[in-house]
C-alpha cells in the first residue's frame, strides 16, 4: 500500500526494500548504545566527583567523543539518515563541516581574548584573584568548598 | 516500496529528486540544518565567553538537587532524568514512523501519544528545575554561584544557561505541538486517505532534531 503512495510522491526515502518490513530491533539496540553511553557519562562524573581521578581535561576529551557517538546514533538511525542515497547524507554532512572551523576560530578567540586581558588589564586580573566568601547562608555546603578542586 | 534502486542510476539527469527523499522531507532536513546552526552559535558562543573567562562555576555543585529529596550531593541524577525521557520519546517517535509504514493507524496513534507524553514530562522537568534554580537566586542578570575556584562569578553562566535551555525548552514545546496536530490529523484519518504517513516522518526528524540539541546542551552545560 505504501507502494503506491510513495512512487507516486515521486520519490521516497524508504525505497530500500529491506526496510520495508521495518522490524524494531535496530530502534531498540540503538535506545540502549544511547542508553548505555549517558549512563557511562554519569558513572565517569560520579568517579570523577569522589576521586579526582580521571584528569579534568582528559574527562572532558572523553565526554566530547560519547556525545558526538551520540549525535551520530540520533542522526544515523533515528533520523534515518545513515539508510538514505549519499547525494542525501553528503548534502547535510558537508555543510554541516561548517562547524569545525566555527568552533575553533570562536574557542581560540575567547581563548585570546583572556590572555590579553589578564597580560594588559591588571584590574580584571587580579579581579578574578579575590576569593570571595560564601555568599547565601543557606548554601552552607558552599562553605567547604573555595579553594581546592581544579 | 520494495523498488529496488537499480545500480547506476543518474541521480542528476532530471525528471526525478537527486536526494531520493520526498520534497517537504528534503526541505524539512534543510531547516533543521539552518536551526542546527542557530543552536551552534548560541553554544559556541557560550563556549567562547567560557574560555574568555578565568573562572567558571562548577555544574557540579549548581545542578543536584533532585524533586522532592532536596539537596542529594548527586549531581546529574535528575538531568540523566531528563535525558533518558527525552531518548524514549524519541524512540517512541521512531516506533510511530515505524507504524506509519506499515499502515497500522492505531498503532501510530498509541505511539504518537506516548511521545507527546514524553515531551510533558521533559518540560515538566525543566520547569521544576528553572524553579528550583530561580529560588536559589540565579535568573538572567543574577547568578548566586561562585566560580569554582572560589572567586566571584559573572552573570554570563545564568545568563547562558536559561538563554540556551529556554531556546531549547521553546522547540520541545513546539515539537509537542507539532505532535498534537499530527494525531489530531491521524485520530482523523487524513494520512489513512493520503494513503502515507509522511507527515508522521517529517514531525519526527523535527522530535529527533530536539533530542539532538539536548545531548549537546547537556554536554555543554552538565559534563564539561
Known sequence: MSDQSTTAHGASSTAHGAHASFDTKPIWRTFWILLGITAVELILATIHLKTGFPNKYVLNGVYLILTLSKAFYIIAEFMHLRHEIKNMIMTIAVPALLFVWFIVAFLWDGGSYNNLRNRYDAHYRDANKVKVAPEGGERAPAAQKPGEQQ | ?224
Open chain 2, 1 to 224: 516500496m520494495a523498488q529496488a534502486i537499480p545500480a547506476g542510476t543518474k541521480w542528476w539527469s532530471g525528471g526525478k529528486s537527486p536526494f531520493n527523499v520526498e520534497y517537504g522531507k528534503l526541505m524539512m532536513w534543510y531547516f533543521l540544518m539552518s536551526d542546527a546552526f542557530t543552536f551552534g552559535a548560541f553554544l559556541i558562543s557560550y563556549g567562547s565567553i567560557r574560555f574568555a573567562s578565568n573562572g567558571w562555576p562548577d555544574p557540579n555543585e549548581v545542578f543536584r538537587a533532585f524533586p522532592g529529596m532536596g539537596d542529594t550531593h548527586l549531581p546529574l541524577v535528575f538531568v540523566s532524568l531528563m535525558t533518558f525521557i527525552l531518548i524514549m520519546s524519541s524512540v517512541t517517535m521512531v516506533l510511530a514512523v515505524a507504524a506509519g509504514h506499515a499502515g497500522d493507524r492505531n498503532k501510530v496513534t498509541f505511539y504518537m501519544i506516548l511521545t507527546i507524553i514524553g515531551g510533558l514530562a521533559f518540560l515538566s522537568c525543566q520547569a521544576w528545575e528553572w524553579t528550583h534554580l530561580h529560588g536559589e537566586g540565579a535568573w538572567w542578570g543574577r547568578n548566586p554561584f561562585p566560580n569554582a575556584d572560589g572567586s566571584k562569578a559573572t552573570t554570563n553562566f545564568s545568563n547562558f544557561f536559561f538563554t540556551i535551555t529556554g531556546f531549547h525548552g521553546f522547540h520541545v514545546f513546539s515539537g509537542v505541538v507539532i505532535n498534537t496536530i499530527m494525531l489530531i490529523k491521524n485520530l482523523r484519518g487524513d494520512f489513512e486517505r493520503r494513503g502515507h504517513y509522511l507527515m508522521i516522518e517529517k514531525a519526527g526528524l523535527y522530535w529527533h532534531f530536539v533530542d539532538l540539541v539536548w545531548v549537546f546542551v547537556f554536554t555543554c552545560f552538565y559534563l564539561l
